[in-house]
Each structure stands twice: as structure tokens, then as C-alpha cells.
């Protein structure tokens, strides 16, 4: 039998059969649910903040739909945290929004760089391809 995704977000446990249920591990279940529902809206909160800055090419716009979203300094870290491992925005982001908290976590740092090193990486690649695509539509035009 296939599970939907409901199933899969608010049963996220799958308990044997026998198991009884402790006020424990209730708590540990109701605990674990809500950190999955949690990690569900930093991902909808990012997707809106991606689909604005796609939209408008705007930051000022982007600003808008956080002010909007209402964060705390914790959601607000969760949000800087998945854009910056999600979108090819994040690094731009992080350096408008929040560049002060790259030197305070190590870990966090060592994402940005590398994400940074990943972009610049592939402008090159892209650069190269669009004069690679340059050059061969002059040869077709001189032949």
C-alpha cells in the first residue's frame, strides 16, 4: 500500500505492532511532528521568497515578502538557512540580508564558501558555453 504524502508528513513514526504508546513517547512522537511540520514552512517561507525575487528581480520586493512572513530571529536563520542550500539565490541573500552570520558559525561559513565557489564555478561554465555558442553561430554566418 502507497502512502500519501499526509501520511508521510503527520505520521512521520511507524510504531510495531505491541509498542504501547508512553506519555514518553508521546511526547517524543508529538515532538517529532511538529519539527517536520516547522521544516515544512521554512521551505514554503523560502519558495515564497525564491518565487518574489523570480518574479521581480527585485530585493526590495524580496525585503517586502519577509517583513510580510513576520520572522523571528530563529525563523528568519531557518529561511537564510535553506536559501542558501537550495536556491542559487542564497549567497546573494545571505550578503543583503544577513552577512554578519557567516563569521559567527563555522559550519554555516564553510556552506556559504563553497556554495559562493559552486556559482562562480558555473558562471564561468556558462560564459564559456555562450561564447562557445558565439563563435560557432559566426562561423555558420561566414561559411
Same mark, same amino acid.
Given at each position: 500500500m502507497e502512502k500519501n504524502i499526509r501520511?508521510?508528513? &503527520?505520521?512521520?513514526?511507524?510504531?510495531?505492532?505491541?509498542?504501547?504508546?508512553? $506519555? +514518553?513517547? $508521546?511526547? &517524543?512522537?508529538?515532538?517529532?511532528? #511538529?519539527?517536520?511540520?516547522?521544516?515544512? &514552512?521554512?521551505?514554503? #517561507?523560502?519558495? +515564497?521568497?525564491?518565487?518574489? &525575487?523570480?518574479?521581480? $528581480?527585485?530585493w526590495e520586493e524580496v525585503e517586502?515578502?519577509?517583513n510580510n512572513q513576520g520572522h523571528s530571529g530563529f525563523t528568519f536563520s531557518c529561511l537564510r538557512d535553506v536559501l542558501l542550500d537550495y536556491s542559487i539565490m542564497g549567497v546573494e541573500f545571505i550578503d543583503r540580508f544577513d552577512p554578519d552570520s557567516i563569521s559567527t558559525d563555522d559550519e554555516r561559513k564553510k556552506a556559504y564558501i563553497e556554495r559562493k565557489a559552486y556559482l562562480e564555478q558555473m558562471g564561468k561554465l556558462i560564459?564559456?558555453? +555562450?561564447?562557445?555558442?558565439?563563435?560557432?553561430?559566426?562561423?555558420?554566418t561566414t561559411r
Open positions: 501520511d508521510l508528513v &503527520y505520521n512521520p513514526k511507524v510504531l510495531k505492532p505491541g509498542v504501547t504508546i508512553t $506519555k +514518553e513517547l $508521546k511526547a &517524543y512522537l508529538d515532538y517529532d511532528k #511538529d519539527c517536520i511540520i516547522r521544516a515544512l &514552512y521554512h521551505f514554503i #517561507d523560502a519558495a +515564497e521568497v525564491m518565487e518574489t &525575487y523570480a518574479t521581480t $528581480k527585485s517586502r515578502t519577509i560564459n564559456d558555453l +555562450e561564447h562557445i555558442k558565439h563563435v560557432k553561430g559566426l562561423n555558420r
